[in-house]
């Protein structure tokens, strides 16, 4: 099996293990078709690095992926520990910000502290929502008294939250 990360180097931190998989299931795998596309720094018009290239089959596998999660793991997840867990993700990326800002700079051409600004409002997204997992309750709050109001319970979206 051919290796699903490749070492790439950044100006600010040096050498890293770049994922050049696709996240599905807890794990990086290679796309169903496996084909692959090449990201270029359009600063530079180099090509940083050659990825799996998602497609259809490669999203209907994640999404299917996902409903299993919810309807195991995650629904069965208290809002505290979803608040950890969503906690612990934002430790780690305030742990490599440095990591991602350089990535994301090189990746997006744009200048390094835009690029630190991203990675803070990414942190600060996460911190936001691990403070809201276990305070929304789907209480039906009443704001006009002509209307009548519920709160129907269902997953939003899979996929990221930011």
Same mark, same amino acid.
């Given at each position: 099996?051919?290796?699903?990360?490749?070492?790439? *180097?950044?100006?600010?931190?040096?050498?890293?293990?770049?994922?050049?998989?696709?996240?599905?299931?807890?794990?990086?795998?290679?796309?169903?078709?496996? !084909?692959?596309?090449?990201?270029?720094?359009?600063?530079?018009?180099?090509?940083?690095?050659?990825?799996?290239?998602?497609?259809?089959?490669?999203?209907?596998?994640?999404?299917?992926?996902?409903?299993?999660?919810?309807?195991?793991?995650?629904?069965?997840?208290?809002?505290?520990?979803?608040?950890?867990?969503?906690?612990?993700?934002?430790?780690?990326?305030?742990?490599? *910000?440095?990591?991602?800002?350089?990535?994301?700079?090189?990746?997006?051409? !744009?200048?390094?502290?835009?690029?630190?600004?991203?990675?803070?409002?990414?942190?600060?997204?996460?911190?936001?929502?691990?403070?809201?997992?276990?305070?929304?309750?789907?209480?039906?709050?009443?704001?006009?008294?002509?209307?009548?109001?519920?709160?129907?319970?269902?997953?939003?979206?899979?996929?990221?939250?930011?």
């Amino acid at each position: 099996m051919a290796t699903l990360s490749v070492e790439l *180097k950044t100006p600010i931190t040096g050498p890293y293990q770049q994922p050049i998989g696709l996240f599905i299931n807890g794990e990086w795998v290679k796309s169903v078709d496996g !084909k692959k596309l090449e990201v270029v720094n359009p600063s530079t018009e180099e090509v940083l690095v050659s990825v799996y290239e998602g497609t259809e089959k490669d999203i209907d596998l994640a999404v299917a992926a996902a409903r299993v999660a919810f309807n195991t793991t995650w629904k069965t997840t208290t809002p505290e520990q979803r608040a950890i867990l969503l906690l612990k993700l934002v430790e780690l990326a305030e742990k490599n *910000k440095e990591l991602l800002a350089a990535v994301e700079s090189l990746d997006n051409g !744009k200048s390094i502290n835009n690029a630190r600004g991203d990675v803070a409002a990414v942190i600060g997204c996460l911190r936001y929502y691990a403070g809201w997992a276990d305070k929304i309750e789907g209480k039906t709050i009443d704001i006009d008294p002509g209307m009548h109001h519920y709160t129907r319970l269902e997953p939003h979206y899979v996929g990221p939250m930011c």
